[in-house]
Protein backbone atom coordinates (compact mmCIF):
# COMPACT_ATOMS: atom_id res chain seq x y z
CA UNK A 1 0.00 0.00 0.00
CA UNK A 2 1.44 3.48 -1.38
CA UNK A 3 2.39 5.65 2.27
CA UNK A 4 3.16 9.11 1.94
CA UNK A 5 3.61 10.40 5.86
CA UNK A 6 4.26 13.96 7.00
CA UNK A 7 6.14 14.86 9.85
CA UNK A 8 3.43 16.74 11.78
CA UNK A 9 -0.42 17.31 11.07
CA UNK A 10 -0.44 20.77 13.01
CA UNK A 11 2.45 23.36 13.56
CA UNK A 12 2.46 26.69 15.34
CA UNK A 13 4.95 29.11 14.98
CA UNK A 14 5.98 32.58 15.83
CA UNK A 15 6.82 35.36 12.89
CA UNK A 16 10.79 34.91 11.93
CA UNK A 17 10.95 30.97 13.22
CA UNK A 18 12.45 28.50 10.69
CA UNK A 19 10.26 25.48 9.95
CA UNK A 20 11.23 22.60 8.43
CA UNK A 21 8.59 20.49 7.31
CA UNK A 22 8.96 17.17 6.63
CA UNK A 23 7.63 13.94 4.35
CA UNK A 24 8.78 10.98 3.44
CA UNK A 25 7.38 7.99 1.36
CA UNK A 26 7.98 4.28 0.94
CA UNK A 27 7.39 3.82 -2.59
CA UNK A 28 10.65 4.38 -4.60
CA UNK A 29 8.83 7.40 -6.40
CA UNK A 30 11.42 10.06 -7.89
CA UNK A 31 9.41 12.58 -7.59
CA UNK A 32 7.93 14.26 -4.86
CA UNK A 33 6.23 17.70 -4.92
CA UNK A 34 4.94 20.28 -2.38
CA UNK A 35 2.06 22.73 -2.32
CA UNK A 36 0.12 24.99 -0.42
CA UNK A 37 -3.64 24.79 0.22
CA UNK A 38 -5.73 27.61 0.85
CA UNK A 39 -9.50 28.32 0.61
CA UNK A 40 -10.80 29.16 -3.08
CA UNK A 41 -7.21 28.87 -4.22
CA UNK A 42 -6.45 25.34 -4.62
CA UNK A 43 -3.25 23.93 -4.73
CA UNK A 44 -0.43 25.36 -5.41
CA UNK A 45 3.17 24.15 -6.40
CA UNK A 46 5.71 25.66 -4.35
CA UNK A 47 8.45 23.23 -5.30
CA UNK A 48 9.03 19.79 -6.80
CA UNK A 49 12.17 17.22 -7.16
CA UNK A 50 12.74 14.99 -9.67
CA UNK A 51 15.58 13.29 -8.10
CA UNK A 52 17.99 13.05 -5.26
CA UNK A 53 19.72 16.46 -4.84
CA UNK A 54 17.36 17.79 -7.86
CA UNK A 55 14.78 20.52 -7.23
CA UNK A 56 12.76 22.77 -9.50
CA UNK A 57 10.54 25.78 -8.28
CA UNK A 58 6.74 25.82 -9.20
CA UNK A 59 4.38 28.62 -8.74
CA UNK A 60 4.89 30.11 -5.58
CA UNK A 61 8.92 29.60 -4.26
CA UNK A 62 9.07 33.10 -2.60
CA UNK A 63 10.24 32.39 1.13
CA UNK A 64 10.63 28.40 0.75
CA UNK A 65 13.41 25.86 -0.03
CA UNK A 66 13.59 22.81 -0.08
CA UNK A 67 15.76 19.92 0.85
CA UNK A 68 16.23 16.46 -0.89
CA UNK A 69 19.36 14.18 0.46
CA UNK A 70 17.45 11.23 0.40
CA UNK A 71 15.15 9.38 -2.62
CA UNK A 72 12.20 8.77 0.12
CA UNK A 73 12.34 12.38 1.87
CA UNK A 74 11.60 15.72 0.70
CA UNK A 75 11.88 18.49 3.05
CA UNK A 76 10.18 21.98 2.76
CA UNK A 77 12.24 25.16 4.59
CA UNK A 78 10.42 28.42 5.63
CA UNK A 79 13.82 30.33 6.23
CA UNK A 80 11.53 33.13 7.90
CA UNK A 81 8.22 32.11 8.52
CA UNK A 82 5.66 34.59 7.80
CA UNK A 83 1.85 35.24 8.73
CA UNK A 84 0.87 34.57 5.33
CA UNK A 85 2.55 31.33 5.06
CA UNK A 86 -0.26 29.87 7.28
CA UNK A 87 -1.68 27.34 5.54
CA UNK A 88 -2.03 23.68 4.47
CA UNK A 89 0.72 22.34 3.60
CA UNK A 90 0.50 19.17 1.05
CA UNK A 91 3.29 16.92 0.42
CA UNK A 92 2.56 14.46 -3.00
CA UNK A 93 4.97 11.45 -4.67
CA UNK A 94 4.04 10.49 -8.81
CA UNK A 95 3.92 7.18 -8.98
CA UNK A 96 2.98 4.74 -12.29
CA UNK A 97 0.49 5.90 -14.49
CA UNK A 98 1.35 9.84 -13.10
CA UNK A 99 -1.40 9.30 -10.13
CA UNK A 100 0.06 11.41 -7.53
CA UNK A 101 -0.33 10.16 -3.90
CA UNK A 102 -0.89 12.68 -0.92
CA UNK A 103 0.22 12.85 2.58
CA UNK A 104 -2.08 13.77 5.09
CA UNK A 105 -1.24 17.35 5.06
CA UNK A 106 0.02 19.54 7.62
CA UNK A 107 -1.87 22.66 8.62
CA UNK A 108 0.42 25.46 10.00
CA UNK A 109 0.16 28.56 11.75
CA UNK A 110 2.02 31.57 12.14
CA UNK A 111 1.66 33.52 14.54
CA UNK B 1 2.26 28.75 -18.09
CA UNK B 2 -0.94 26.41 -17.42
CA UNK B 3 -3.91 27.90 -16.28
CA UNK B 4 -6.86 25.97 -14.95
CA UNK B 5 -10.18 27.01 -14.16
CA UNK B 6 -13.04 25.37 -12.17
CA UNK B 7 -16.85 25.77 -11.74
CA UNK B 8 -18.68 25.85 -9.88
CA UNK B 9 -17.10 26.62 -6.78
CA UNK B 10 -19.94 25.24 -4.35
CA UNK B 11 -22.54 22.52 -5.59
CA UNK B 12 -25.49 21.39 -3.48
CA UNK B 13 -27.76 18.47 -5.01
CA UNK B 14 -30.52 16.39 -3.92
CA UNK B 15 -29.28 12.48 -3.56
CA UNK B 16 -30.25 10.47 -6.63
CA UNK B 17 -29.36 13.44 -8.72
CA UNK B 18 -26.17 14.35 -10.90
CA UNK B 19 -23.06 16.62 -10.37
CA UNK B 20 -21.27 18.17 -12.66
CA UNK B 21 -17.88 20.55 -12.45
CA UNK B 22 -16.28 21.73 -15.06
CA UNK B 23 -13.12 22.63 -15.60
CA UNK B 24 -10.74 24.90 -18.47
CA UNK B 25 -6.96 24.69 -19.44
CA UNK B 26 -4.74 27.02 -21.65
CA UNK B 27 -1.79 25.21 -22.69
CA UNK B 28 -2.45 22.48 -25.38
CA UNK B 29 0.25 20.63 -24.45
CA UNK B 30 -1.12 19.05 -21.45
CA UNK B 31 -2.39 15.50 -22.03
CA UNK B 32 -3.31 14.39 -18.79
CA UNK B 33 -5.92 15.45 -16.55
CA UNK B 34 -6.63 13.97 -13.19
CA UNK B 35 -10.27 14.46 -11.04
CA UNK B 36 -9.10 14.15 -7.29
CA UNK B 37 -11.66 13.80 -3.94
CA UNK B 38 -10.74 15.24 -0.86
CA UNK B 39 -13.01 14.45 1.96
CA UNK B 40 -13.23 16.77 5.32
CA UNK B 41 -9.54 16.49 7.39
CA UNK B 42 -8.47 13.90 4.76
CA UNK B 43 -5.52 14.10 1.86
CA UNK B 44 -7.21 14.33 -1.78
CA UNK B 45 -7.21 11.05 -3.31
CA UNK B 46 -7.63 10.17 -7.24
CA UNK B 47 -10.65 8.97 -8.15
CA UNK B 48 -10.78 8.86 -12.69
CA UNK B 49 -8.76 10.03 -15.11
CA UNK B 50 -8.24 10.98 -19.22
CA UNK B 51 -5.72 11.26 -21.30
CA UNK B 52 -5.83 13.76 -24.31
CA UNK B 53 -6.19 10.95 -26.79
CA UNK B 54 -9.33 9.79 -25.15
CA UNK B 55 -12.52 11.35 -25.14
CA UNK B 56 -14.56 10.08 -22.34
CA UNK B 57 -13.96 7.63 -19.87
CA UNK B 58 -16.57 6.12 -17.04
CA UNK B 59 -16.10 4.27 -13.67
CA UNK B 60 -19.32 3.11 -12.38
CA UNK B 61 -21.24 6.36 -11.27
CA UNK B 62 -18.33 8.84 -12.14
CA UNK B 63 -17.71 9.92 -15.10
CA UNK B 64 -14.84 12.06 -17.21
CA UNK B 65 -15.14 14.15 -20.65
CA UNK B 66 -12.52 15.83 -22.44
CA UNK B 67 -13.12 18.23 -25.19
CA UNK B 68 -9.40 18.89 -26.60
CA UNK B 69 -10.71 21.59 -28.92
CA UNK B 70 -12.01 23.66 -26.76
CA UNK B 71 -9.82 22.60 -23.89
CA UNK B 72 -12.28 22.02 -21.54
CA UNK B 73 -13.01 18.71 -19.50
CA UNK B 74 -15.59 17.92 -16.90
CA UNK B 75 -16.91 15.20 -14.45
CA UNK B 76 -19.94 13.67 -14.04
CA UNK B 77 -21.27 11.75 -11.39
CA UNK B 78 -24.34 10.11 -11.77
CA UNK B 79 -27.14 9.21 -8.94
CA UNK B 80 -25.36 11.29 -6.14
CA UNK B 81 -24.98 9.57 -2.30
CA UNK B 82 -24.31 11.66 0.61
CA UNK B 83 -20.82 10.07 0.95
CA UNK B 84 -19.83 12.14 -2.56
CA UNK B 85 -20.15 15.01 -0.54
CA UNK B 86 -16.37 16.11 -0.52
CA UNK B 87 -14.06 18.95 -2.35
CA UNK B 88 -13.46 18.09 -5.75
CA UNK B 89 -10.33 19.52 -7.50
CA UNK B 90 -9.48 19.09 -11.37
CA UNK B 91 -6.14 18.79 -12.67
CA UNK B 92 -3.83 19.13 -16.16
CA UNK B 93 -0.12 18.21 -16.31
CA UNK B 94 1.71 18.77 -19.08
CA UNK B 95 5.00 17.01 -19.81
CA UNK B 96 7.68 17.20 -17.80
CA UNK B 97 5.34 16.09 -14.54
CA UNK B 98 4.25 19.48 -13.67
CA UNK B 99 0.48 19.05 -12.33
CA UNK B 100 -1.80 22.34 -12.23
CA UNK B 101 -4.84 22.21 -10.02
CA UNK B 102 -8.44 23.92 -10.01
CA UNK B 103 -9.53 26.09 -7.28
CA UNK B 104 -11.70 22.99 -6.24
CA UNK B 105 -15.21 22.44 -6.05
CA UNK B 106 -17.45 21.61 -3.29
CA UNK B 107 -19.83 19.36 -3.41
CA UNK B 108 -23.02 18.83 -1.15
CA UNK B 109 -25.13 15.83 -1.53
CA UNK B 110 -28.94 16.49 0.68
CA UNK B 111 -30.39 13.80 1.81
Known amino acids: DVKVTQSSRYLVKRTGEKVFLECVQDMDHENMFWYRQDPGLGLRLIYFSYDVKMKEKGDIPEGYSVSREKKERFSLILESASTNQTSMYLCATLGPGETQYFGPGTRLLVL | ?111
Open chain 2, 1 to 111: GENVEQHPSTLSVQEGDSAVIKCTYSDSASNYFPWYKQELGKRPQLIIDIRSNVGEKKDQRIAVTLNKTAKHFSLHITETQPEDSAVYFCAASIPGNQFYFGTGTSLTVIP
